[in-house]
């Protein structure tokens, strides 16, 4: 019988140790490179990677690092399973910076559709970048889509002045495509245009740094004007 109870105990510890040893790592981790680099910003989390002794910091929300067990050495990269040739960290970048869609504060947005409108996606869009100039006149191509143009002027005063002309015109969505596809300004008007604070506001809490950032309806989210082959897969590929 006292041979059966030590069995119990050794079973019983090695269910414990390695859930308690985990977090004495993370603790580890996390207290060594605060004093080895104050600089840093603060670790939102830590975790173990496919890679045996390497874990995986994310900072600042959505910066994604790497280190050892013994907070020795930090490495900023990409890391990509061979075998299949997956780029790890980008999933995972994509994986915290998803955005719930039905979150979106839809009441606050210019609605453009093209034929059935069945696809959706969403967009936050300065009128004075030219990225988004550009990625305008691509998007004339991709058909049967719902598009929610969230306008965030973060370029400067002026960006804010044609986003309240835009938003107070009215055909909102018209005065947009006019801008921004034939270089034609609104006309100034006045109206209520808290929403483009609230746009705004809304943006730089889910880290909307740069324009355009789109989102689709399974929460992948793109920066930048990316090819339309992309943007029809990613349609395609999001469930309404």
């Not at 414990?16 to 981790?29: D, H, K, L, R, T």
């Not at 947005?109 to 030219?130: L, S, W």
């Not at 305008?136 to 049967?144: A, G, I, K, W």
Request: hydrophobic share 40%.
């Amino acid at each position: 019988m006292r041979h059966i109870y030590q069995f119990i105990a050794v079973l019983c510890f090695t269910l414990v140790i390695p859930m308690a040893w985990g977090q004495g790592e993370e603790a580890f981790i996390r207290k060594t490179l605060k004093e080895r680099m104050p600089h840093i910003h603060p670790i939102d989390e830590v975790k173990r990677t496919p890679m045996p002794g390497l874990f995986e910091l994310r900072v600042d929300g959505s910066e994604i690092y790497y280190t050892d067990a013994s907070a020795n050495f930090l490495i900023q990269g990409h890391l990509i399973e061979t075998k299949s040739q997956r780029d790890l960290t980008e999933e995972r970048i994509q994986k915290v910076m998803a955005v719930d869609f039905k979150s979106l504060p839809f009441k606050d947005a210019i609605v453009i559709v093209r034929g059935k409108g069945e696809r959706k996606m969403a967009m936050f869009e300065d009128p004075n970048c030219g990225y988004c100039k550009r990625f305008e006149r691509e998007l004339q191509s991709v058909d049967n889509v719902t598009v929610y143009l969230f306008l965030y002027p973060i370029l400067g005063k002026d960006s804010v002045d044609k986003s309240k002309a835009i938003w107070c015109a009215k055909d909102p969505a018209k005065a947009w495509q006019d801008l921004m596809l034939r270089d034609q300004a609104p006309t100034p008007t006045g109206c209520d245009t808290t929403a483009l604070k609230r746009n705004v506001d809304f943006g730089q809490k889910q880290r909307v740094n740069g324009t355009p950032t789109t989102v689709f309806v399974d929460g992948t989210r793109i920066s930048g004007a990316v090819e339309i082959a992309q943007i029809e897969k990613l349609l395609s590929a999001s469930k309404p």
